[in-house]
């Protein structure tokens, strides 16, 4: 386990199969289980805003891939997401991607 600053690095107790996506499941399926696992965890405890909380958990890394096929063209990415670029800049300000 690497120790930095006190801290442990998660990515240590990973081993590399686990870090292979099985390129037969598709997205739906992955946020599927991943919410089903959410459920699990919540056991029982209430929850509110959860469709403010999955979006801001999943369009920074969406927008930051967009970004890199694109080679951080923002017209480029904003058509590929299918937003215009005045909101793609806006989420771009708003998740400190700028």
């Known amino acids: 386990m690497t120790i930095e600053n006190n801290t442990l690095d998660p990515m ?25 696992r959410y459920f699990q965890d919540l056991d029982g405890q209430d929850t509110n805003e959860l469709y403010s909380l999955v979006m801001a958990e999943v369009e920074p890394p969406l927008i930051e891939a967009a970004m890199k096929y694109t080679r951080n063209n923002q017209s480029k990415t904003a058509a590929l997401l299918g937003l215009n670029r005045g909101t793609l800049r806006k989420k771009l300000k708003q998740y400190n991607l700028l």
């Open 12 to 36: 240590d107790d990973l081993t590399m199969d686990s870090l292979v996506i099985n390129r037969q499941q598709s997205l739906r399926d992955h946020v599927a289980a991943a919410m089903q």
